[in-house]
């Protein structure tokens, strides 16, 4: 769940998510078109009217990233890989492609897909500049837009992963070695090193005194640092899980009637299945969980004379055996969880652990190194 995005709407099915950050940059933008840019080049203008042109330039430029984006999501799309959402933040958008693509080749088209529509972008806001070559603000707003349209299409372009670019370098690679992970390696490596220059870059601005750039700089650079490390961990997970769903990993239980004791389920139930939590049906025919640390800080005295639903609340984080893998991992990982109840249509099935899943991690990680040692 996220608290921090608003949805605004679906496109081709895929939901729409501003996230709150992006008022900063619109804010922002509609500033420094207003009071700077605009009054500067195209002086004579009431300073309302500034303001309006600044927002509009600002809205294009929400809509020129969410092209950009949707360019990449429809490519995924035709090659049948699901696109969730798309989420517009303060550093631009980013689609949620859900897989990894099945082949270098899918994979440089989902990536160049972006730049090319950015780039097609740019050359009509050219071709409007052309057409309306008269020099008041309308024309500042085209000119604006088509190099903001440019500068999206080049940035992209830099071979740094998680950019375009870096998506472009790791297709290249795949195609040359057949490993994607070492392919996600290297380009997320170049990813890390373009970050680190930006920060450097931010820093020199920042010693220059022009501080709003430097910050900028900086923290777009931060941005990429964390994204290139983060999708490097992402990419390396889904190729490891990938094969996997829920029911290969999940461990049939049945859970505890509501009028147990606690003793009971403390000695014939817990010790036996080794869980952190104890699935129960309830009196209603629903399902709830309890903790077993939550048991554990009862009074052991007591523990003949309460009924386990009492330190019981309603199951509200679950999967299905034929999830995949790594659904039930990110679960796991976001709400910091050892373990998952599995349920398929109303019926509780088992319990998924994380142990399992983190050896099969390991053992993949370790078989990798070797193999890398070998060569
Ligand atoms: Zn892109």
Same mark, same amino acid.
């Given at each position: 769940m996220k608290f921090n995005t608003i949805p605004l709407f679906k496109v081709f099915g895929i939901q729409i998510n501003l996230d709150y950050s992006w008022f900063i940059v619109f804010f922002l933008i509609t500033f420094t078109l207003a009071v700077g840019y605009f009054p500067y080049y195209? +002086?004579?203008?009431n300073i309302l009217v500034y303001w309006i042109a600044g927002a509009v330039s600002a809205i294009l430029l929400f809509a020129s990233v969410l092209i950009h984006e949707l360019a990449h999501s429809l490519v995924a799309l035709h090659y049948k890989i699901p696109v969730r959402e798309i989420n517009l933040f303060i550093f631009g958008g980013v689609a949620m492609i859900e897989e990894e693509p099945p082949s270098p080749k899918v994979e440089f088209r989902i990536a160049i897909a972006g730049p090319v529509m950015s780039f097609i972008l740019g050359t009509f806001f050219y071709i409007l500049v052309l057409i309306y070559p008269q020099d008041d603000l309308l024309n500042g707003i085209l000119n604006y837009m088509m190099i903001v349209n440019y500068i999206i299409a080049f940035f992209n372009l830099? +071979?740094?992963? +998680?950019?375009d670019g870096g998506r472009i370098l790791r297709a290249i690679i795949w195609s040359r070695s057949s490993s994607i992970l070492k392919a996600t390696k290297v380009s997320s490596t170049t990813g890390k090193f373009f970050a680190y220059f930006l920060i450097f870059i931010g820093l020199l601005s920042f010693i220059e005194g022009s501080f709003i750039n430097g910050i900028w700089y900086i923290l777009i650079g931060l941005f990429l640092l964390q994204a290139a490390k983060a999708s490097y961990e992402q990419t390396k997970l889904s190729i490891i899980?990938?094969?996997?769903?829920v029911e290969h990993f999940m461990r049939p239980i049945k859970p505890v009637l509501y009028n147990e004791t606690v003793h009971d389920v403390m000695t014939h139930y817990v010790p036996f299945f080794h869980l952190k939590t104890v699935p129960i049906i309830g009196d209603d025919g629903k399902y709830y969980i309890a903790d077993v640390e939550d048991i554990l800080a009862? +009074?052991?005295?007591k523990w003949h004379e309460i009924p386990i639903i009492q330190v019981a609340k309603p199951i509200e984080i679950y999967v299905s055996p034929?999830?995949?893998?790594i659904k039930a991992k990110k679960l796991m990982d976001n709400f910091n969880l050892d373990e998952l109840p599995v349920i398929y249509q109303n019926t509780f099935l088992g319990i998924i652990k994380k142990e399992p899943i983190e050896s099969l991690i390991q053992e993949f990680i370790i078989k990798e190194m070797a193999h890398e040692q070998r060569r």
């Open positions: 195209y +002086p004579g203008y830099v +071979p740094a992963f +998680p950019l899980l990938s094969k996997y769903k009862l +009074p052991r005295e034929y999830d995949p893998l």
